[in-house]
Structure formats: C-alpha cells, structure tokens
C-alpha cells in the first residue's frame, strides 16, 4: 500500500502542471502563515518548546497544503475524476490548519471571522490542537488521493 502511494506521488511530483500548481499554492499559505507569525511574541507567551512547534508546523502545513492541491491538480487534469469525500477532507483540514496560524492574537483575529474565537481562547494551548487535527486531516486526505490517483471510479447509470 505504501509502495502504490509512493509511486502516485512521485508520478505527481514529475508532472509540471501538478507541482506547479502546490509550489505556488504551498507558498501562499507559507506567506499568509509567516505575515501572521510573530515569533517573538511566542517566544515569550508559549515559551520555547510550544513556540518552535507552532512555529515549523505552519511549515509543515504549508508543504501538505502543496502536496494536497498538486495530488489533485494530477487526479482532475490527468482523469477528470475527484470524489466530494476526498476534497471534503483537505479543504476541513486546510480550514483549520489555517485558522491557527501564528500567534495567539493573530489566530484570535482570524477565527472570530468564523465565529471560534472565544473557543480557541479556552483551550489549553491556544489553538495548537486544532492545528494538530487539521495536519491529521491533511495527511489523511492526502493518503485517500494517492492510494486511488490513477483509480476512475465513474459509475455508468
């Protein structure tokens, strides 16, 4: 199993529409984490353990964000077949992933957009395990995509 997917994201990488497509969209979200992020700030709020783990997770967001939208840049151009369950995933996780981005009051800003300000507020680590979930989310997306890349699954009626 983990061979196949291996093999679908090497094949994905090799595609220059597909890695394009999550370079640019992997660097925006990289831009839009690091323009919210003040690392001093947690620095001194979270103190250096928490801060450095929220910090190289907005990394690490960034990169499964851009793996995830060049997988299915491949899976639509090359087969023009995309399941709503397998989208539904990465676009729950990239909200999330997104909502937590940077410090706490740059966080705060974003999620009261959406209404979950005062819920970010009351947990232990400020946001951090939703930004856990929404990575758990994204690999778990991205598995889904590259275990069935080169699979249609259009049914005739």
Do not use: H, W
Not at 83 to 92: A, E, W
């Amino acid at each position: 199993m983990l061979k196949i997917i291996f093999q679908n994201l090497i094949k994905v990488i090799k595609s220059k529409l597909s890695i394009t497509a999550g370079i640019i969209s992997g660097g925006i979200i990289l831009r839009i984490s690091n323009d919210f992020t003040n690392y001093d700030l947690m620095l001194g709020n979270y103190g250096p353990i928490l801060a450095n783990i929220e910090y190289y997770s907005n990394f690490l967001i960034a990169f499964l964000f851009g793996l995830l939208i060049a997988s299915t840049t491949y899976k639509i151009y090359f087969f023009g077949n995309f399941s709503k369950y397998q989208s539904g995933g990465g676009i729950i996780g990239s909200i999330a992933s997104i909502v937590t981005i940077g410090c706490p009051a740059c966080s705060i800003t974003l999620a009261s957009y959406i209404g979950i300000g005062g819920t970010i507020l009351s947990m232990p680590y400020f946001g951090l395990e939703i930004k856990a979930v929404g990575i758990l989310v994204l690999l778990i997306s991205l598995f889904f995509i590259l275990k069935d890349l080169e699979v249609c699954k259009i049914t005739k009626k």
